[in-house]
């Protein structure tokens, strides 16, 4: 049965995107990878609004797995992290430094509260070891937009770069890296930009990528150093990737550029708005004041007396997937709606109705 994935990640794709799947099998070390590759890098550019300082590169892999790559090759012996934490994927990023025994302030602001700049400065101004702020754009398990912006200004003014895990963001916000004055940032195709999972992507200032090496990393896979280099030298990636999912991400890229990235995002918004009107009227109350939530995550409260895992299986048997709260918000039945890749206003529309009727 086709289910309608209202959960962030993966997500469904377009029929483009799925056909392209079907390209006849070609082999990494060939010019024909070679091409689709650097069109790939361009569009990513595109797709994070950045100008030709910057350069990206593909891993094969989950998002987590383009953090990690990133993570374990920028610190160097005595380099210190700040890392603004107000979720589960800000947690997630703290057991990746900590793996890699970065020494890390891990400021904790709790879940579903924004981080307190004062703090952030402060910290900044009192550390000379930090090199990289580290932060989340779109924290997913609250759905909140994190102030990049303003961090970006505090690393500039601090003289420390920015690590931005864009995981759930790009294609679905502006990330604008120029402007947010972010040196390093990631994202994966299966969320916002409507591709499969497995494909992650890195962009970052081609500067800070250039200056790294190889024995930097700690990792001899995901190793930024290595996926630089190979990508600058010869055009390809350092091992064998998953060939096959390239052209569904030079396929989902293609379709968000020819709508212009804009209009995709706006569509989005577009989106989550029909939802969360729909929402109000049924009476359900959000966790985070509008203002505050991204284009793509809705974080929900179910009625008094309904149980969420329950709630969350009778949606599946209708055919719809939502993902229940995580952390505390569990206890507190909530539940997340997402309306990321290929869903339209028809299907945020249907989707209502099928709610209202298990609520
Ligand atoms: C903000 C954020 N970062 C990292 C991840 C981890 O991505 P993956 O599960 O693809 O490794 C996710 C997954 O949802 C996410 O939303």
Redesign the pocket.
Known sequence: MKTYLFS??PVMVEEPVRQSLMHYDICHRSPEFEELFVGIQDKILRLFEADDSYYSVVVSG????A?ETCLSTVFKDGDEALLLNNGE?GN?LFEILSKYHVPTTNMEFGWGNLPNLDEVENVLCNNDKITFVCM?F???STGMINPVYEVGKLAKKYGKRLFV?C??AAAGEHIDVVKNNIDLCTS?G??CLGAY?GSAYICGKEELMASLTPEMGKNVYLNLAKHYQMAKKNHQTPNTPNVNLFWPLDKALDMVMEEGLSHYIDRHAACAKILRDGMKEMGLKFLLPEEQMSNTVTSVFLPEGKNVAQFVAEMGDAGYTVYPGKGKYLEMNMFQVANMGAIDSKDCKKFLEVLKAHI
């Open positions: 962030p990640g989950s998002g987590t797995s953090n994927f997630r989340v779109h924290e997913t895990d995981v759930s994966v299966g969320k999972p």
